[in-house]
């Protein structure tokens, strides 16, 4: 796990630079930032899509996970432990779920990040991990910077989830194949767009609704990869 309480304390230490410069920094700054970071993550999400190789079994993962993240209403209960959030630690940025769930899925859905923790799960040092940190160390400046305080937060599913892969890949690893992996980072980067094009205003899309779709595709990945 030391691989991943690194991750964990660059964002963490990125994230207060980022609120630092927020404090200081003109609007019109702000907006600038703002607008290069929704033109990175739509980058960084066609990116990450372009390694779909089993389109079908992605559609049907997207599909399934937004139907069933619309009956469990997910934005409504994110928005509503948000909401308690903001009011008990006395934040008021009016982006602070879009923060969370961007540096969330920045931060958690690239393939450096399961193939970093399976390095160590498997026994390895964390090399990939230690390089994944740098960057999403320089890359939490950013996010907060232009997002909030939401993105500090970010820490806690990073933590469980790059931790949990680190688990599951000590007792289990040989199970996931590269083409899950595959897969799974094409989905990740098609939700990675969705939340560009929200951050950059061109359309709302209910991203947080989507995540369930990542469940899918490992799922459909187990059963017929």
């Known amino acids: 796990m030391t691989g991943t309480l690194v991750n964990v304390f660059t964002v963490l230490l990125g994230s ?3 609120l630092l410069i927020n404090d200081k920094l003109p609007e019109r ?4 930032v703002f607008q290069a970071l929704g033109l990175f993550t739509l ?5 990450m899509a372009s390694k779909a190789q089993q389109l079908l079994y992605v559609v049907f993962s997207l599909v399934l996970g937004g139907i069933t993240g619309e009956m469990l209403k997910l934005d409504v209960g994110m928005e509503k432990l948000t909401e308690r959030m903001k009011a008990k630690f006395k934040m008021r940025h009016e982006r602070f779920s879009e923060g969370l ?5 920045l931060f958690c859905m690239g393939s450096m990040t399961i193939l970093g923790a399976f390095e160590e799960g498997l026994g390895n040092k964390p090399t990939l991990l230690f390089t994944k940190s740098v ?3 320089f890359a939490a400046v950013a996010l907060s910077a232009a997002l ?3 993105v500090i937060f970010s820490v806690v599913p990073l933590l469980l989830y790059q931790g949990a892969l680190t688990l599951f890949a000590e007792y289990l690893g040989q199970y996931f194949s590269e083409s899950i992996i595959s897969e799974l980072t094409a989905t990740g980067g098609i939700l990675l767009i969705g939340l560009g094009l929200n951050i950059l205003d061109i359309k709302q899309i209910k991203v947080l609704n989507l995540l369930p779709a990542l469940i899918y595709i490992v799922i459909l990945g187990l059963i017929f990869f």
Do not use: P, V
């Open 135 to 137: 960057m999403d160390g």
């Open 29 to 32: 700054y702000i907006k600038i």
């Open 16 to 18: 207060i630079i980022g």
């Open 101 to 105: 769930i961007t540096a969330f899925l």
């Open 43 to 47: 980058f960084i999400g066609f990116m």
């Open 148 to 150: 909030g305080a939401g």
